[in-house]
C-alpha cells in the first residue's frame, strides 16, 4: 500500500511567487492534515480536512495560504504570493476516520526556500 | 496555547542507552507519540502510549509517562548508528470539535563509535 506522498520534494523560488503543494493521502484516509516546521523549530499544524471539508484551518498563518481538497482526495496548499517567513518544510499527514488512536501517517515533506 | 518542550541534542556512544526527554502541557491529552525523522525522509511513527499507562516497552524501546509531572521519555536500548535521526514528541490535543497533534522541535540523536 502507498504511503502519504508529497510534489515536490524542494521547491525553490522567490519573493512574491506562487507555489502549490500537493498531497496525496493514504487511499482510503478521510483525515488530511498539513503542518509546516520552520527553521528547525517544532512542527505546527496549519490545519485539517475531512473528506474534502476544512474542520480545522486555526493554524493557518494568513490570507496567503490556501488550501483545498477537492473531491476529498488528495489536497494542494497554495502560497501566494510567497514571504521569506514562509520558508521551512511542509508535511501532509493522513489517518482514518474515528482512528481511535489517532495514528497520522506523514509524508516525506516538500522543503520549501523562499529567496 | 498547548506546548511540547524537548531537549535539541543528544549525543550517545554505540551501545549505550539513548534517553530522549519531553515535557508538555495539556493534561488532558489521550495519546503521546514518539516520532523518528532520518535525513531526507518523513516522519515515522515509532510508538504511542496511552494516558492511564505508565510505561509501555516495544522491542528497544522503552516509553515512560509520567501524567503528574507531564513528562514523557523514550529509552532507546543498545543505541546503534542508525538510529541516529530527529525525534519528535507528540500530544494529541482537543481543540474546536477535533484532535491534532502538538510537536516539539524534536531532539537530534547523533550515535558515534
Known amino acids: 500500500e502507498a504511503g502519504v506522498t508529497q510534489f515536490p520534494s524542494h521547491s525553490v523560488i522567490e519573493k512574491g511567487q506562487t507555489v502549490t503543494l500537493r498531497c496525496d493521502p493514504i487511499?482510503?484516509?478521510?483525515?488530511l492534515y498539513w503542518y509546516r516546521r520552520v527553521m528547525g523549530k517544532e512542527i505546527k499544524f496549519l490545519l485539517h480536512?475531512?473528506?474534502?471539508?476544512?474542520?480545522?484551518e486555526s493554524g493557518m498563518p494568513n490570507n496567503r495560504f490556501l488550501a483545498e481538497r477537492t473531491g476529498g482526495t488528495y489536497s494542494t496548499l497554495k502560497v501566494q504570493p510567497a514571504e521569506l517567513e514562509d520558508s521551512g518544510v511542509y508535511f501532509c499527514?493522513?489517518?482514518?476516520?474515528?482512528?481511535?488512536?489517532?495514528?497520522?501517517?506523514f509524508g516525506a515533506g516538500t522543503r520549501l526556500s523562499v529567496l | 496555547g498547548e506546548d511540547v518542550e524537548q531537549s535539541l541534542f543528544l549525543s550517545v556512544r554505540e551501545g549505550d542507552s539513548s534517553v530522549i526527554n519531553c515535557t508538555y502541557t495539556d493534561s488532558s491529552s489521550t495519546y503521546l507519540y514518539w516520532y523518528k525523522q532520518e535525513p531526507g525522509a518523513g516522519l515515522q511513527l515509532l510508538t504511542y502510549?496511552?494516558?492511564?499507562?505508565d510505561m509501555k516497552q516495544d522491542q528497544r524501546l522503552t516509553v515512560l509517562l509520567n501524567k503528574k509531572d507531564k513528562h514523557l521519555s523514550l529509552r532507546i536500548a543498545d543505541t546503534q548508528t542508525g538510529d541516529s535521526a530527529i525525534y519528535f514528541c507528540a500530544s494529541l490535543t482537543f481543540s474546536g470539535g477535533y484532535n491534532k497533534l502538538i510537536f516539539g522541535a524534536g531532539t537530534r540523536l547523533a550515535v558515534h563509535p
Open positions: 487511499s482510503g484516509h478521510d483525515n
Open positions: 502510549i496511552f494516558s492511564n499507562m
Open positions: 480536512f475531512v473528506k474534502e471539508s476544512k474542520q480545522d
Open positions: 499527514a493522513s489517518s482514518q476516520a474515528r482512528a481511535a488512536k489517532n495514528i497520522q501517517y
